[in-house]
């Protein structure tokens, strides 16, 4: 089997990409500190999973809109306001809203949680199908911040005239907390240590 860098002593640096030697722990070439690996990976990315499964109960139970239809003012949840546009015909906004916000961060959450299983040892899976999920994770997370557009857009479009105006409710704030948190987990997640895992395995 091939040798990783890491076996052989070799380090790339995050910054100018030159490769240099572990034991040196700094660049030769720009001079910032050299990492084998993001230091404690899972433990952070476990962590900011849980902050952001936390403030994803408040961004799906509290209004994320407040509208005033008639001169009648109601908050509305995630899953309602998709309910509502529904119910509009406004069938692409409301599968927009529910793909974003719920089905998205949703998976995301799950697929780091799992990957963090892998890297402990805890669940099995092909290094290969392990590295899709995590592929997938970085293509869907882009995407996560749709839903804070879409409400801000439509307030934006639906504040003309007494007919109907939406306002952002409090659940929008811990929303972008959750994007946030679920950005910053997939970051510090480091996915070589699924095939430093692999290795070590193999070769016991
Ligand atoms: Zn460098």
Same mark, same amino acid.
């Given at each position: 089997?091939?040798? +990783?860098a890491?076996?052989?002593?070799?380090?790339s640096?995050h910054?100018?990409?030159?490769?240099g030697s *572990?034991?040196? =722990?700094v660049?030769?070439?720009c =001079? &910032?500190e050299? =990492?084998?690996r993001?230091?404690? &990976?899972?433990q952070?990315?476990?962590?900011? $999973?849980f902050a952001?499964?936390v403030?994803?109960i408040p961004?799906?139970?509290w209004?994320?809109m407040?509208i005033?239809?008639?001169?009648?003012?109601?908050g509305?949840t995630? $899953?309602?306001?998709?309910a509502? /546009?529904?119910?509009?015909?406004?069938?692409? *906004? @409301?599968t927009v809203? /529910? *793909?974003? +916000?719920?089905l998205i961060?949703?998976?995301? *959450?799950?697929a780091?949680?799992?990957?963090?299983?892998?890297a402990k040892?805890?669940?099995k899976m092909?290094?290969? +199908?392990?590295?899709k999920?995590?592929?997938?994770?970085e293509l869907?997370?882009?995407?996560?911040?749709?839903?804070?557009f879409?409400? @801000?857009? $439509?307030?934006?479009?639906i504040?003309?005239?007494?007919f109907?105006s939406i306002e952002?409710?409090?659940?929008?704030v811990?929303f972008? /907390?959750?994007?946030?948190l679920t950005?910053? @987990?997939a970051h510090s997640f480091?996915?070589r240590i699924?095939?430093?895992?692999?290795r070590s395995t193999s070769s +016991?």
């Open positions: 089997m091939l040798k +990783s890491q076996e052989l002593g070799k380090v640096c910054i100018c990409a030159q490769v *572990i034991e040196k =722990h660049c030769d070439r =001079h &910032s050299l =990492h084998s993001k230091t404690n &990976s899972v952070r990315c476990i962590a900011l $999973l952001s499964v403030a994803y961004a799906n139970v209004p994320i407040v005033t239809q008639l001169g009648v003012t109601e509305s995630i $899953l309602g306001g998709v509502i /546009f529904w119910q509009m015909k406004a069938y692409p *906004i @409301a809203i /529910f *793909i974003a +916000s719920v961060p949703g998976l995301k *959450i799950i780091l949680i799992w990957l963090c299983a892998l040892g805890l669940v092909s290094p290969k +199908s392990a590295n999920i995590y592929w997938l994770t869907v997370g882009r995407w996560s911040m749709v839903d804070v879409v409400v @801000a857009i $439509l307030v934006a479009l504040q003309m005239g007494n109907m952002p409710g409090r659940a929008a811990s972008t /907390f959750m994007v946030v950005m910053l @987990a480091d996915p699924i095939w430093d895992r692999v +016991s």
